[in-house]
């Protein structure tokens, strides 16, 4: 299929509310005033009108390792792969269960040849986008060593682990939240507690959800959209989420509308006129995301030749073009139906390429092996006659963390630093999907608070060719110095 068949219905029918919907919003400055306000980081504001766009600015010092953000997804997944490995909130992406299940059910699932995962560091960063057909998986956070020999375990005895028949010892000082099922009957997406559950329900799981209770039009496409996301790059769950996330909020706004004359919503005249109110209402979050075209803000890999460029970003477009048809035979909503045409698919997938971020968690089967291994000697010793053979069988893995992309609404606004002056940084008590900014030094206020994309510590042309990932040429100060 060429470039140029690639023609969506929807991207004609509703060309004017597309562009409406691509516009820079305004004002955006209530937005992220109102968004600092709700993170309770009094200490920030967003410029819109700085070097570079939009970026994030002190308000006040910050001394040195202090926290200057604690940022909440608005819209993340977990990576397929990694979910062999960790079993996590699908909401709030904490650890849940034990630390028995977790590693009874990582040997269970290793023993049916599904685990494919490397260490992680334990902090959260801009991801290297290197993959791209196949998905973000295992980006920039994680390396690999020479891998451990595993020592299996027979399955009765996993069993026996995963069903709570082995209880390790001191994994209660490592107790995890319980887990509680979705209510739509999927048995897929597990939660922390039952506000994840139904916070996750209202905001994208209704729809998402491949249960008898699920929303979608067509369950059976809706599969077939996951195992495609799956196969090929799983930044199309990510789109599915953010446009479900919208019809879910779109519908809820018109139903306050309709039952409240003096709705806060304001209205021009004529039905087509009030679907567009209120999409635009409830798209800003998205609006206010950096984006262009993924097919088009995607850097060329290093094994795809410049006079092939063309081919390779028509095959993406041709991708997110039959990833778009199996959605919206999914999900397809009449009322949002510029949501599906490929110009917006196009910039969603995009608005994660630029902006995603790295979804991290700790975990605790890493930190449960690492106290054990801390103890006293005598203790140690006793200790390690039960649970040496689970490590011996996890191997390596066993510091395997949670791994995923999010968009994280204000660290998004963050620009890029060689010498930056800000880090995201997992901190013991950081538990969940949530972003942490350090400082790694004062900030004063009027300062613009940076971090790095990327690795910053390597040279001058290593540097340029990582942020080609994000599609802009770095001017910061170390860079203007470095360059030739
Ligand atoms: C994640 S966004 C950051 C917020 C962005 N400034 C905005 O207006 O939404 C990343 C984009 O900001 C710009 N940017 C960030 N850091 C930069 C830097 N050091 N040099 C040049 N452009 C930068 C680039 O356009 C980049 O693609």
């Not at 599904?114 to 920039?140: F, H, I, Q, R, V």
Request: aromatic share 8%.
């Amino acid at each position: 299929m060429g470039d140029d068949v690639i023609t969506c219905s929807l991207d004609l029918e509703h060309s004017e509310t597309i562009s409406a919907l691509l516009k820079p919003p305004s004002p955006q400055q209530e937005y992220f005033s109102e968004l600092v306000k709700a993170r309770q980081c009094r200490g920030l504001e967003v410029k819109t009108d700085g070097e570079y766009g939009k970026g994030v600015y002190a308000n006040s010092d910050f001394s040195e390792g202090k926290l200057v953000l604690k940022d909440q997804i608005l819209v993340g997944a977990q990576h397929s792969s990694n979910k062999v490995d960790c079993l996590v909130c699908s909401y709030c992406f904490r650890f849940i269960g034990s630390i028995e299940l977790q590693i009874g059910r990582k040997l269970y699932l290793q023993n049916l040849g599904l685990s494919a995962s490397m260490k992680c560091e334990s902090s959260s960063s801009y991801e290297e986008n290197d993959s791209l057909m196949t998905g973000n998986d295992n980006g920039g956070s994680c390396s690999s060593s020479e891998p451990k020999e595993k020592v299996p375990l027979h399955e009765e005895v996993i069993e026996s682990l995963m069903n709570g028949g082995i209880v390790l010892p001191y994994a209660k000082q490592f107790s995890l939240p319980s887990s509680v099922q979705c209510s739509g009957g999927c048995g897929e997406a597990l939660y922390c507690s039952k506000f994840c559950a139904e916070a996750d329900w209202e905001s994208f799981h209704s729809i998402l959800c491949t249960g008898e209770r699920s929303k979608s039009s067509c369950r059976e496409a809706l599969l077939k959209f996951i195992e495609h996301a799956n196969d090929t790059n799983d930044i199309f769950i990510l789109a599915a989420k953010a446009i479900s996330f919208t019809i879910l909020r779109y519908k809820k706004l018109k139903e306050s509308h309709l039952n409240n004359r003096n709705s806060s919503v304001e209205l021009k005249n004529g039905t087509e006129s009030l679907t567009l109110t209120l999409l635009l209402e409830v798209w800003k979050p998205m609006s206010m995301g950096y984006k262009k075209r993924w097919w088009e803000c995607v850097a060329l890999p290093k094994d795809v030749d410049c006079c092939h460029e063309a081919s390779f970003r028509s095959q993406l477009k041709e991708l997110a073009f039959t990833s778009l048809q199996l959605l919206k035979k999914a999900i397809f909503d009449k009322e949002c139906a510029p949501l599906f045409s490929l110009e917006i698919y196009g910039h969603i997938i995009g608005m994660f390429e630029l902006n995603n971020l790295d979804l991290v968690v700790e975990s605790p089967v890493e930190n449960y092996f690492l106290y054990i291994d801390d103890l006293p000697y005598s203790e140690k010793e006793e200790a390690e006659k039960t649970t040496r053979p689970f490590l011996d069988a996890v191997g390596d893995e066993y510091s395997v963390c949670c791994e995923g992309s999010a968009f994280f609404p204000l660290q998004a606004c963050m620009n890029h630093s060689c010498v930056p002056n800000a880090k995201a940084f997992k901190r013991d008590e950081d538990r969940d999907g949530q972003a942490t900014i350090i400082a790694l030094r004062p900030i004063s206020k009027g300062d613009e608070v940076t971090i790095s994309y990327i690795k910053e510590d390597v040279s001058f042309e290593e540097r340029k060719a990582l942020l080609a990932d994000y599609g802009f040429k770095c001017i910061c100060p170390k860079c203007l110095l470095e360059q030739p």
